[in-house]
């Protein structure tokens, strides 16, 4: 569910994009003909050849990206064979840094028994620079989708910015996707300002056989954290709540933790805060039941190299200086990596208390876009209905009064 705090392409017309509420009734109720109507009373706006021009780069864009949605193309099948059940299968979000996704892609290339797993990139941004990488890759499978109402394909007009990328992917895979929508395996969840250890498939494979004797209820597996230091003593194991906010990086999941996350869809669209981790934190404490238990692991097997990102800044960004440390953990914790066994924390993770919403989800017509994409039915037709609500005071009035 950018399962990415604020991402680049992650908010709406206030400040985010992507929850709902169903209280609008009359967003609902417009008809194409009062649509039409209301487009013919307002005077038409000069439209420069520059203009025109841009409106037809977003049109050929957008046939692109239907047509890569609808082909649902497995790149690299005819190398490694068709994925089949015991497939493992990695979700990236994928914005616009190349430079991340190359070093993703090479951490990723050196993982043992990723020549078994299925990589899906799920973009919010059509870059043919990108494409065209995405195209040279050949360690793995790999597939493609795009979101189809993010801001570059609508610069000027509601949506604008995109539903919250977690949630969108999580749908996507588990039940969008034809060749996974009937899998019942377990799906690790990156960014691709990830770099991954070479073992993380491998430690995924042992905790979810060893989940009979570690955690049995256990639905979520967090291979990633965001400790600075090593680890002493011997591969540790922590079991306790899903606290998303801390444990948010190269977490997996199988379909029945989804189906608990799919259950609590209006609660994920309709709370105002534009952080989908602030917002999961939110479902695991008041909606999930049985409530989502996790393991996780004490020695990371993902860090974060992305230091140009919506809230972290620094004077001067160096992909490959941050490349360089996560290789230098790696290789410090090279005993650590490929163990035989866990051991268990002898403490567990609980939630914290009840916080405060962040805010920046509370334009109705956001939520509203949420939901039409948890339930499959979002469109153009309903990105018509939402953008010409004839009282957009009033929703913003709500909006704020719900808050």
């Known amino acids: 569910m950018n399962f990415s705090t604020a991402t680049d392409a992650g908010v709406s017309s206030n400040q985010s994009h992507g929850k709902l509420n169903s209280t609008i009734a009359p967003t609902a109720t417009i008809s194409h003909t009062e649509i039409k109507d209301h487009s013919k009373s307002a005077p038409k706006p000069t439209r420069s050849s520059k203009d025109v021009e841009i409106e037809e780069e977003i049109k050929r864009i957008k046939k692109n990206v239907q047509e890569i949605n609808n082909r649902q193309l497995i790149r690299n099948e005819n190398v490694f064979g068709p994925v089949g059940n015991d497939t493992r299968i990695f979700i990236v979000q994928v914005h616009r840094r190349l430079e991340n996704l190359r070093y993703l892609v090479e951490s990723l290339g050196k993982v043992k028994g990723i020549n078994e797993s299925l990589v899906i ?100 597996i967090c291979l990633g954290n965001y400790k600075p230091k090593l680890s002493s003593g011997v591969n540790m194991v922590g079991i306790g709540d899903w606290v998303v906010t801390k444990q948010n990086m190269g977490f997996a999941m199988d379909r029945s933790a989804w189906n608990s996350i799919k259950a609590c869809g209006e609660i994920f669209c309709v709370f105002d805060d534009y952080n989908w981790d602030w917002t999961m934190n939110r479902l695991v404490q008041t909606c999930c039941f049985p409530k989502l238990t996790a393991m996780f692991v004490d020695v990371t097997r993902v860090v974060h190299v992305g230091s140009c990102g919506t809230h972290i800044k620094e004077a001067r960004c160096d992909v490959s200086k941050a490349v360089m440390r996560a290789k230098a953990l790696f290789w410090a914790n090279r005993h650590f990596l490929f163990p035989k066994s866990f051991a268990r924390l002898p403490f567990s993770m609980k939630l914290p208390p009840f916080k405060r919403p962040n805010g920046g989800w509370g334009d109705l017509r956001d939520r509203q876009l949420c939901k039409a994409i948890g339930n499959g039915t979002a469109s153009e037709d309903t990105l018509l209905r939402l953008r010409f609500n004839p009282r957009p005071g009033r929703i913003l009035q709500q909006s704020r009064e719900g808050r």
């Open 121 to 220: 990139l799920s973009h919010d941004f059509w870059d043919p620079t990108i494409n065209d990488f995405v195209g040279s890759i050949t360690s793995f499978r790999v597939l493609q989708m795009f979101f189809p109402f993010s801001v570059q394909l609508y610069p000027n007009t509601f949506p604008g910015r995109g539903p919250q990328d977690c949630e969108r992917n999580a749908k996507g895979v588990f039940e969008d996707l034809q060749i996974s929508k009937q899998w019942d395996g377990w799906i690790i969840f990156l960014e691709e300002d990830h770099f991954v250890a070479p073992d993380i498939l491998y430690v995924l494979n042992a905790l979810v056989t060893s989940r009979t004797s570690l955690c049995f209820h256990c639905r979520v």
